[in-house]
């Protein structure tokens, strides 16, 4: 919130400069009545206009007024800096280990944002993910810890939920205070604060694949000592700033990856056969990097087996992490895992439906991971479960819960594995090892995390039947654990967090054409959430739905 030094200031300045009759005209310029927060003279007048807007986040709009009609005064600036902005960074993500290559994106990443341009992370591959925008988002954020004093990460997937993760940071900065539910007053006030501050920030806009330009833009810092990198599938975001298309990787790159994440002994820069990389790969000097015996021709003969590989796998990050995983959990070979992927590919192909090259890729890396996952005991249906809840966070708490679902309502084949296993934390543990160790999900602090294109191709592989009974289980959840009371202010944080569960699982309902009373709930549910926070326009597409449903 404000300092309570610059309200004070503002209060005694309107009390200065303005008569009865003027003042009205400001409340009236910001939307309120004049008689709507105080009876008294001007002076108690000013003081209730200046502590509403406050708790409203609503200053900024104030302020301008104020200046419109008395230029020749001199305002405060709303450029208090909080306490803890200083390195206050929110990187939900930890830093990946295994991240390899890339060094042109990320000097072009680099480049691009110290010349003061907004930089988009794009790709254009056949209109599917995989080749690690994200990781090269991350990439750079820790590269750069101690260039800006705040970077804050955004998840960018839908409107709503991006207005929220903005509200959220004008909490925390203490722009705004706890109770304030006005989303685009407050969405506002960070971004003049951010346009207004000294200190450097940098925004990172995750996955705004959905999100239509326009849409974004309203979200966007116009002025400021800061940068803003955008991920998307979409390449439509040239109006914003530089678009820099993120490719597969390089055959050097890929097969460093392949030896790195996989933990492979032998080293990958060898003397690699001609054409396949020689200049990015040179030799390494005697005892630089070789095994106790280890020959040039057996490290050779490694290169080009992962090579191979890699190039069967089309050099796609994604297709490669799930290879490296599953040799390194299987202390295989790349050789071997090469012909596991071939047959199972041919097998593919060989169906009356010819996949898209990069989803049979896909497809093929996770049905070799899955048919080890089946091995342990509620890891698959934790994993069906995870493929229709928002991929960028499920709370762990959240999972738990699926043991309280009453399975004569639901599906019991499909549900009570998974309860069994929830149940029991060691089985729970022995779950998520083995979706961790075939690189399917991962977990951070109490949340989990998987790609989008491993949900969509999981999702692929199922019938009818069970994508509708994993949906309904989802919507379900969804539906028992949402905590949102508009007069109870405990409960805001929670439903802040679970708001992207509720958003992504209404809009796989709507994409399956899944219209129960119980998908108009829950579209109820966020149109209620999101309107209560005042963006009626984000909120106007789930009523539709909800009525649309009902009808």
Known sequence: MVDSKIRKQLIDLISQHFNATEL?????????????????????????????????????????????ARPQVNWPELTDTPADATRLHHIPHPQNPNFTGRAQILQQVADTLSAGQTTVVTQTIAGL???????????????????????????????????????????????????????????????????????????????????????????????????????????????????????????????????????????????????????????????????EGESLERKSKAWQEAADLAEALGRLPLALEHAAAYVASKSSSFAKYHALFTERHNELWQRAEKPERYHATISTT????????????????????????????????????????????????????????????????????ALRRYSLMQRAEDALTLHRLVQAVARSRMDDELRQNWLETALELMLKNWPFRQNQMETWEDSKTLLPQLIFVAGLAHAQKFETERAATLNGHIDFYVDFFGNKRAALPFSQRALAIRE
């Open 24 to 68: 009205e005209r400001i409340y009236i310029a910001v939307g309120l009545g004049y008689d709507s927060l105080s009876s008294g003279g001007v002076q108690d007048r000013a003081v209730a206009l200046v502590e509403h807007q406050a708790r409203h986040g609503r200053l900024p709009a104030l302020l301008k007024e104020l200046k419109a």
């Open 129 to 291: 993910g995989g080749v690690g925008k994200t990781q090269v988002a991350l990439a750079y954020c820790y590269a750069h810890l101690d260039d800006y004093d705040l970077i804050q990460w955004l998840n960018a997937d839908s409107e709503p939920g991006l207005g929220e993760e903005l509200m959220s940071l004008a909490r925390r900065l203490g722009l705004v205070p706890a109770n304030v539910t006005d989303q685009q007053a407050a969405v506002q006030t960070v971004l003049h604060w951010l346009g207004q501050t000294s200190h450097k920030w940098l925004l990172v806009y995750d996955n705004a694949d959905q999100i239509e330009p326009a849409q974004l833009t309203r979200h966007l810092p116009r002025t400021g000592h800061g940068h803003v990198l955008i991920t998307s599938r979409n390449p439509n975001y040239g109006g914003l700033g530089q678009v820099l298309e993120l490719g597969l990787f390089e055959l050097a790159e890929a097969v460093d990856f392949l030896f790195q994440r996989s933990g492979a002994a032998i080293d990958p820069h060898p003397n690699p056969p001609p054409g396949r990389g020689r200049e990015l790969a040179p030799s390494p000097s005697k005892g630089e990097g070789w095994g």
């Open 366 to 433: 996770w049905e070799l991971a899955f048919d080890e996952i089946k091995k342990t005991p509620g890891a698959l249906d934790l994993l069906n479960l995870c493929c229709f809840l928002d991929p960028e966070g499920i709370p762990l708490d959240l999972v738990l819960q699926i043991a309280t679902l009453p399975v004569e309502t639901l599906h019991a084949t499909s549900l009570r594995p998974l309860q069994t296993a929830v149940a029991d934390e060691l089985a729970l543990d022995d779950a998520l090892g």
